[in-house]
């Protein structure tokens, strides 16, 4: 099955702190619709790293946020493959985006997915496919 949404860090990140309140409900907010409307989403391992990483150098408990990686497990990953490299740079080749930013569009059109809901790229930028989207404005 294709995901329609594919979560960059920074949305898991802001669901999950709430340093900027606002970003945090409406990230938190963001994912809960998804859920409830029972949208396919995606995310790869690099997501998964990052944002693991982030929140234990945010002073979390490794034990719980292990958990909460646990638990997006069970959405759709995307592995890191040579595949995924060799798109990601084609992609950072082709639109100039960071190689990391580049790494999470390709995975994001690995998945099938349909948006990329993230704060870091250009809202409304169509990336082969997959329009970025920040959904915390």
């Not at 693991?52 to 979390?60: F, H, L, P, S």
């Amino acid at each position: 099955m294709n995901a329609e949404v594919f979560i960059d860090t920074n949305i898991l990140v802001y669901s999950c702190d709430s340093i900027d309140p606002e970003k945090h409900r409406l990230a938190k907010c963001c994912l809960e619709d998804l859920l409830e409307n029972q949208c396919s989403i995606a995310l790869s391992v690099q997501v998964l790293q990052e944002f693991y990483v982030t929140m234990i150098r945010k002073g979390g408990d490794p034990a719980f946020y292990r958990e909460v990686v646990e638990y997006y497990m069970r959405w759709k990953v995307v592995e890191n493959t040579c595949e995924l490299m060799r798109c990601s740079m084609e992609i950072h080749r082709q639109y100039g985006t960071s190689f990391y930013d580049a790494n999470i569009v390709a995975a994001a059109q690995m998945s099938g997915a349909k948006e990329l809901w993230t704060e870091d790229l250009n809202t409304g930028q169509d990336y082969g496919g997959v329009v970025a989207v920040n959904p915390l404005v």
